[in-house]
Every structure is written in C-alpha cells, then in structure tokens.
C-alpha cells in the first residue's frame, strides 16, 4: 500500500481533467491506471483535522481533533495500528500534521524534524520563507515544543517585504534537492528499496506543497508567469448580501496577506501555487518511477489524494476554510491493481471518512472500529454506480463559529452558527454563485437537508438556527 498525499490540492486542477494551466503528469498518468472519484470531499477543510478523518475514517465531532493544534485524544486508533496488527510495515514520511510526539500506528517515521537534521544551518533558509510560527508549515511541527518561550527565530527572519504572516509568492531561495519535497520523494523511494520486497508495507508519502510557503524552486516558478495568470470568474462577483457575514470580512480583510485584495498583486499568488502544484507533481512522480522501477507497481495498491483544496481567489477567497467545492473539495483516486478499471471515472460523492475502510477491505484487515464511511470497493468494481448517502464537513468545531455542511445528490447546505445559511443546486449552479438557502421556492428543500443535518449530528440542532 503507497499513499500518496499532497496539502491544499484545488479539487480539477490536473491536466487529465482539462485544466490548462496545471502541469501534473505524474498525476495523470496515475489517473489513468486506476480510478479517479471527480467528487470527493474532506471531512473538515483544515490540515489537522482532515487528516485525522483519513486516518480514523471518523468525523471530526467523533475523533476530536477540532483544529490544527490539537493532540489525537489517548486510545484513538488510526488505520495503520491495525495494518501494523495484520503483519504490515507501516511508514509515514513526511508532513503528518500530528500535534503530539506520538505515531499513531507508524512503524517508521521522517518528518520536519528529521528534515531540519538534514538541513542543518540552511534551515534558515526555511524559516524566512515561513516568516512566523505555523504548525502547518512544520515551523514548529509541534507548536507546544515552544509553549514555554518566545518564537526561538523571532529576531533571525530576514525582512521581505511581505505586508502579513503569509508571503504572496515567489521563487525559493532553496536549492531544488533541499525543498521538504525532495527530501519527501528522495527518503520515500530509499524506503521502497530498503524495504519494499521483505514483507507487506504500508506507505505514506506525505508532501508539503503545494501548501504555503507559496515559494516552488526556481525551475518550477520559472514555469508560470504572473502576468500571463488571470482571476478567477467569480472574482469580486458574489452579492455580500448572500454570503455569510465571516466570508464577507475575508473578502474584505486579508490578515495572512493583505495584498492579496489588489487582482494585480494576486496573480503572483495564483503563478506560485501552480508553480508549487508542479513542484509536487515532480516529486510524487518520483515514487511513482521508483514503484514501477523497482518492480513493485503489480503488487501495490496506489491512492493519492489532498487533505483539502484551496479557492485560489475564488469568491474573492483564498486558502481553505470554507465549504465552496474548491476548499472542501479534494483530488482522489486509487490504482488497484486487479480490480480498478485503468482510466475509469466514478461520478458519485463521497467523503475521506470512506478512504480508510476501503483500504482495510482491500487488504483483508480486520478492522475492530466502528468506521463513519463505507468502504468504496463498490465504486472500484463498478464505477458507474451512484450514490445517494449523504457526504458531511464541519468546521470550527468547539467555537461560537461551527460550521457544518451536507451534499446529497446535486444539494449541498451549509449551516453556519448564527450567520447566513447557504444552499446550491451544484448541478444547475457548478460555481456556487445563486444561494438558494432564502428563496421560499427552496424552503423545504432547506428544510430536508437541515433535518439530514441534525439526524447526522446532534449538536447542529442545539446551535442557533441560522437566518
């Protein structure tokens, strides 16, 4: 088993998928060996919490890890303590995005602090990019290692000129070999040497871009060039008046980059991203050579997805946090070997919560968890299935701002704790634009999905029913 995981990847931005602009084909050959899900979704649209879902196949409300900096509370278990069980070596290299010491299941395991070892006094380098504190970015990889003492690099980040925490963009000042990437896909495909013929593994390879800093090596940001970038459609096009009053304030008040409210500034935003979506595709294709290389690619089963998208200037948003398609909306596919269909494309919703049981089936592991999704098999077998069980998202868990989502069918209704709900007929209205959630010809369609809602979690009944 070799899981292949990137952080913020925009849901359709692959080739394969017709997009113009993103230069991924490593991905798309992948895509076309296996099965590719076009609706997949994240089951919270942040780093931590998204990846405790993929891990547990839990929801947030059930796992417990609300926001990025929580701990997995004592006793969770994750997907690979019971492939560890059934006899599997199990590995994580990479940006894991656990806030504690612990490895949940993992055997063997590289991440930022192994990386910084490698780095040595070039990880200065690193932590000019970053600029702050951020977990997210490994910079500390466990913010509590600093809980007793100021920001240690406080006085050492070499001004930039950025006017936020977050930089626009702009090439690396690192060499290629020294990105987390590389060392990701270079101590990756040492591992599928070292151990990839002495017994069953389970691997997760686990990237970084093309999550902030947006900063690609030169080559890679050498490939796009702001000017030839444009904003997106729905840019500076939404009615404030049917959006939520949170989505309203981002729109307007950019804390992490200010200059991303000026379009002219913004497009080197959108060149860095792409630029770090190449970056990754480079890197995970590595593996993916190294696999076939070695002559593994038979008798492995291959998934790649992203732990959430990113709006990219859509709505006048960026990053995540949001239910929009493009934030909670993630890349999904898997290459199973026997089973999947090559090039095969399956058009029903579902959700990260199913990606664990479905590899537990796979394998044949026995799995003594009461997971929250179905396993997916059903869907490899026979693509053309549909799937009318409804898909959830939360967000902002144990604060006065929870968020929770549902999609059903073409519906999705996003209930907000005392703000403006929102509501899409994604069939008739792909880029969210008409919110339907206070025309009274749609009341009772709010209604059902509001009840579907409160039926899958308590708790969004007790808060304060949106306007």
Same mark, same amino acid.
């Given at each position: 088993?070799?899981?292949?995981?990137?952080?913020?990847?925009?849901?359709?931005?692959?080739?394969?998928?017709?997009?113009?602009?993103?230069?991924?084909?490593?991905?798309?050959?992948?895509?076309?060996?296996?099965?590719?899900?076009?609706?997949?979704?994240?089951?919270?649209?942040?780093?931590?919490?998204?990846?405790?879902?993929?891990?547990?196949?839990?929801?947030?409300?059930?796992?417990?890890?609300?926001?990025?900096?929580?701990?997995?509370?004592?006793?969770?278990?994750?997907?690979?303590?019971?492939?560890?069980?059934?006899?599997?070596?199990?590995?994580?290299?990479?940006?894991?995005?656990?806030?504690?010491?612990?490895?949940?299941?993992?055997?063997?395991?590289?991440?930022?602090?192994?990386?910084?070892?490698?780095?040595?006094?070039?990880?200065?380098?690193?932590?000019?990019?970053?600029?702050?504190?951020?977990?997210?970015?490994?910079?500390?990889?466990?913010?509590?290692?600093?809980?007793?003492?100021?920001?240690?690099?406080?006085?050492?980040?070499?001004?930039?000129?950025?006017?936020?925490?977050?930089?626009?963009?702009?090439?690396?000042?690192?060499?290629?070999?020294?990105?987390?990437?590389?060392?990701?896909?270079?101590?990756?495909?040492?591992?599928?040497?070292?151990?990839?013929?002495?017994?069953?593994?389970?691997?997760?390879?686990?990237?970084?871009?093309?999550?902030?800093?947006?900063?690609?090596?030169?080559?890679?940001?050498?490939?796009?060039?702001?000017?030839?970038?444009?904003?997106?459609?729905?840019?500076?096009?939404?009615?404030?008046?049917?959006?939520?009053?949170?989505?309203?304030?981002?729109?307007?008040?950019?804390?992490?980059?200010?200059?991303?409210?000026?379009?002219?500034?913004?497009?080197?935003?959108?060149?860095?991203? &792409?630029?770090?979506?190449?970056?990754?595709?480079?890197? #995970?294709?590595?593996?993916? =050579?190294?696999? @076939?290389? $070695?002559? +593994?690619?038979?008798?492995?089963?291959?998934?790649?997805?992203?732990?959430?998208?990113?709006?990219?200037?859509?709505?006048?948003?960026?990053?995540?946090?949001?239910?929009?398609?493009?934030?909670?909306?993630?890349?999904?596919?898997?290459?199973?070997?026997?089973?999947?269909?090559?090039?095969?494309?399956?058009?029903?919703?579902?959700?990260?919560?199913?990606?664990?049981?479905?590899?537990?089936?796979?394998?044949?592991?026995?799995?003594?968890?009461?997971?929250?999704?179905?396993?997916?098999?059903?869907?490899?077998?026979?693509?053309?299935?549909?799937?009318?069980?409804?898909?959830?998202?939360?967000?902002?868990?144990?604060?006065?701002?929870?968020?929770?989502?549902?999609?059903?069918?073409?519906?999705?209704?996003?209930? &907000?704790?005392?703000?403006?709900?929102?509501?899409?007929? #994604?069939?008739?209205?792909? =880029?969210?634009? @008409?919110? $339907?959630? +206070?025309?009274?010809?749609?009341?009772?369609?709010?209604?059902?999905?509001?009840?579907?809602?409160?039926?899958?979690?308590?708790?969004?009944?007790?808060?304060?029913?949106?306007?």
């Amino acid at each position: 088993m070799l899981f292949l995981l990137s952080d913020q990847h925009k849901p359709g931005v692959m080739g394969i998928d017709g997009h113009t602009l993103a230069h991924t084909p490593a991905l798309d050959m992948l895509a076309q060996s296996g099965l590719r899900f076009r609706h997949a979704y994240c089951s919270n649209p942040v780093c931590g919490p998204a990846r405790a879902s993929l891990w547990t196949g839990l929801y947030t409300h059930h796992h417990g890890v609300v926001a990025n900096e929580v701990p997995w509370p004592a006793g969770l278990k994750s997907i690979a303590d019971f492939f560890r069980d059934a006899g599997y070596e199990t590995g994580a290299i990479g940006k894991m995005h656990f806030a504690d010491a612990h490895t949940h299941g993992f055997e063997y395991r590289l991440d930022f602090n192994d990386w910084y070892q490698y780095l040595g006094p070039k990880a200065k380098l690193y932590a000019n990019e970053v600029g702050h504190t951020f977990p997210g970015d490994g910079h500390p990889q466990i913010r509590s290692l600093w809980r007793d003492m100021p920001d240690p690099w406080k006085d050492v980040y070499e001004p930039d000129g950025r006017q936020g925490t977050t930089h626009l963009g702009r090439a690396s000042k690192m060499a290629e070999q020294d990105h987390f990437d590389s060392f990701v896909a270079r101590e990756s495909v040492e591992y599928l040497r070292r151990h990839g013929r002495s017994g069953p593994f389970f691997l997760v390879s686990s990237f970084l871009k093309p999550h902030q800093p947006f900063m690609p090596a030169a080559r890679f940001a050498a490939m796009y060039r702001p000017e030839d970038m444009r904003m997106p459609d729905s840019w500076g096009k939404v009615d404030p008046a049917t959006m939520p009053q949170f989505q309203v304030a981002s729109t307007t008040h950019n804390t992490l980059t200010p200059e991303l409210l000026d379009p002219k500034k913004a497009v080197e935003r959108i060149a860095a991203y &792409y630029g770090s979506l190449a970056q990754a595709d480079d890197c #995970l294709g590595q593996v993916l =050579s190294a696999l @076939r290389d $070695l002559g +593994l690619e038979d008798d492995t089963i291959v998934v790649y997805t992203s732990d959430h998208g990113e709006m990219l200037g859509e709505h006048s948003l960026w990053q995540k946090f949001v239910f929009y398609e493009s934030s909670v909306g993630v890349p999904l596919m898997m290459r199973v070997p026997g089973i999947a269909a090559a090039g095969s494309v399956c058009q029903a919703p579902v959700s990260h919560v199913s990606v664990a049981p479905t590899l537990a089936e796979l394998c044949g592991i026995a799995t003594p968890a009461t997971f929250d999704g179905e396993s997916l098999v059903r869907f490899l077998q026979k693509p053309e299935l549909t799937n009318n069980a409804p898909v959830f998202s939360e967000y902002d868990l144990g604060t006065p701002k929870k968020k929770y989502m549902i999609r059903q069918g073409g519906w999705k209704y996003c209930h &907000y704790h005392t703000d403006v709900p929102q509501m899409f007929n #994604l069939k008739e209205d792909s =880029s969210e634009m @008409r919110n $339907l959630a +206070l025309d009274p010809e749609h009341r009772e369609r709010r209604k059902e999905l509001y009840g579907r809602l409160c039926d899958w979690h308590a708790e969004v009944r007790q808060s304060v029913p949106s306007a």
